[in-house]
Each structure stands twice: as structure tokens, then as C-alpha cells.
């Protein structure tokens, strides 16, 4: 079965920590993604990765295929990075299969 | 570009009603997803467009939901008759083709009372 998970699920940490998400995923994947959702609010895609590492100013994600994980890394985290991120996967085609995401929040 | 557009930004409807979701896509992107989001099941795909041709309703779930896009720069989702699990957020999504990221709408918040 084609399965994304993702730790922790929620994060609570102190403004300027560095924060890793964690994206494991069941079987071998076209590409991975990397979303943030505002609470209330829309949609906006970070990353698409399919090996290696990108970086997007203090956001950093990388991947392991030969593990079947990726990370997501926030440097000198901020309250705006409060938010949920969600990690999703094409697994050979255009569908997407979403984690569950994980829920952070920074305080000042 | 605009982005992704979705319309309208939140819906009431009383149970039993038609209810419409309109998208329109990034003029260019070859493919329209719908998704749908609850805090119970999360983001589930409901169906996606290819070149305006549907390629895979397997999330669409049951016969009241159904979807069109009659041209590249406009798509519908709708649902007849309408009940209360049906209420969510529903995205609109679209990309230029695989192995690109993809561009989300506004959604739109159904509330079915």
C-alpha cells in the first residue's frame, strides 16, 4: 500500500531553534513534496524534490531514496513559520498522497 | 498571473441543495486536481484533469459528486444533493505536468446544514 507518515505531529518550539519535520514514505516515488498551510488559510508548495537537497532561504529540504525519507529543516525559526506542514507524494503518477502533517508552533 | 482561482470563498447550503465549485487554472498548466480536506481524513484527491480529459475519479465518493472542465481555463465540481459529510474544504489545484510543483487555490468552505 502507497503510505506517507509523518513525525512529530505536533512541534512546539522557541523562536530561533532549528526545527526538522520527518517524511517517510512506503515504496519507491517519482517525487516529493513539501506544503504549508496557514491556519485558515490556502495552500502554498514549498518544495518538489526527487533526490538530493533545496534550499529557499531559511527552509531547507532534503532526501534519502535509498531510505525512503525526506526532512525539512527551518533555521533561526520564527512565529510566521507557525503553521502546518504537510509532506505528499506522486508515487509513479500526477496523484498526490498526503501525510497527515505536523503541526508547529513557534513562540516569541 | 493570478494564480489559481476558486469561487466561492465559503458556501452554506441546507442539506439536499446543488451545490457548484468553480476553478479556473494558471493559463498553461496542463493538468487540474480537486482536492478536498477535513480534520478527520486530511487531503484526499478527488479527481484530476489531464489536457481537460479526466484520467483518475477514483477519489470521487459516490454518485452525487461529479466534475467537468469544458476548456483548459475553467473546471466544476459539483454536488447533488448535498448532505452534511460533505462539508470541507475543497481545493483546486493545477501544475504544468508531472514533475512539477503544484499551485493550490483559496479553497472553498462548504458548510452543509
Known amino acids: 500500500k502507497n503510505e506517507v507518515e509523518q513525525s512529530p505531529q505536533n512541534l512546539t518550539a522557541q523562536e530561533g531553534e532549528f526545527i526538522t519535520i520527518n517524511c517517510s514514505y512506503s515504496?519507491?516515488?517519482?517525487?516529493l513534496h513539501w506544503l504549508q498551510q496557514h491556519p485558515g488559510g490556502g495552500i502554498v508548495s514549498l518544495f518538489m524534490?526527487?533526490?538530493g537537497k533545496k534550499k529557499h532561504g531559511r527552509l531547507i529540504a532534503t532526501i534519502n531514496i535509498q531510505e525512503k525519507h525526506s526532512s525539512l529543516h527551518i533555521t533561526a525559526s520564527h512565529p510566521r513559520d507557525s503553521a502546518v506542514y504537510i509532506c505528499a507524494v506522486n508515487f509513479g503518477n500526477e496523484k498526490l498522497t498526503f501525510g497527515t502533517g505536523t503541526r508547529l508552533t513557534i513562540i516569541p | 498571473d493570478a494564480g489559481v482561482i476558486q469561487s466561492p470563498r465559503h458556501e452554506v447550503t441546507e442539506m439536499g441543495q446543488e451545490v457548484t465549485l468553480r476553478c479556473k487554472p494558471i493559463s498553461g498548466h496542463n493538468s487540474l486536481f480537486w482536492y478536498r480536506q477535513t480534520m478527520m481524513r486530511g487531503l484526499e484527491l478527488l479527481i484530476y484533469?489531464?489536457?481537460?480529459?479526466?484520467?483518475?475519479d477514483s477519489g470521487m465518493p459516490e454518485d452525487r459528486f461529479s466534475a467537468k472542465m469544458p476548456n483548459a481555463s475553467f473546471s466544476t465540481l459539483k454536488i447533488q444533493p448535498s448532505e452534511p459529510r460533505d462539508s470541507a474544504v475543497y481545493f483546486c489545484?493545477?501544475?504544468?505536468?508531472?514533475?512539477?510543483?503544484?499551485?493550490f487555490g483559496s479553497g472553498t468552505r462548504l458548510t452543509v446544514v
Open positions: 524534490l526527487s533526490s
Open positions: 515504496v519507491g516515488i517519482s517525487a
Open positions: 489545484a493545477s501544475n504544468p505536468g508531472i514533475f512539477y510543483g503544484y499551485t
Open positions: 484533469f489531464n489536457n481537460n480529459v479526466p484520467i483518475d
